[in-house]
């Protein structure tokens, strides 16, 4: 990652390494819904929002170099789930999604939830072809996930916490050698 990125963590092991944990139980948990015949847009109707955010989150995650595997494989599910969807298959999702908001009881999780809608609706209008339509199209079979390697390099990289009560997480006991490890880019700041 740049050095100059206003967002640049000085620890990238351990930005590869979650990048890696998301990437490998996202794919290990669409690996399950496959399996089970569980992946599909009629049982979870906000699907494609679903795989878009991923495909997204991992494109965004590519953009300060940290490779990521899961986006495309999320395009190309996306693209086998939707990929004959017509314009009223289309206005039925968004209706389906707007339906969806009536069953959630908070008032400003259902204003959010319509609002990203909306977004989705005008964005998916303005873009003409939809994001999983566009560029190249991997193999969408999930062969391994990676989970397991994924997970321990996680845990290899990141730091020691306190293993005991909450009582343990209580910074103003923690000395400054204590709080280094946690700290970004390891500075002495007071936390």
Known sequence: MPSDHPLACCDEEITNATNDLYGALLLEILKS??????????????LENVLHSAYTFGENMESFHHKSNHPAICKAKARTL????????????????????????DAEEKKEF?????????KTK???????MKGR????????????KA????????????????KDW??????MED?????????????
């Open 82 to 105: 939707f990929k004959d969807t017509t314009t009223t298959d289309q206005t039925l999702y968004e209706a389906r999604l707007r339906g969806y908001t009536e069953s959630i009881e």
């Open 151 to 166: 997970w321990n390099r996680c845990r290899q990289d990141a730091p020691i916490v306190p293993s005991g009560s909450w």
């Open 126 to 132: 303005a873009a003409g072809d939809v994001w999983y």
């Open 179 to 191: 709080k280094k490890r946690f700290s970004f880019c390891s500075r002495d700041d007071d936390i």
């Open 33 to 46: 819904l496959e399996g089970s015949n569980s992946l599909s847009p009629g049982i979870f109707p906000n």
């Open 137 to 148: 199209i991997v193999e969408h079979e999930i062969k391994t996930s990676d989970l397991e």
């Open 170 to 175: 209580d910074l103003t006991k923690w000395t």
């Open 114 to 122: 319509l609002v990203s809608v909306e977004k989705h609706v005008k």
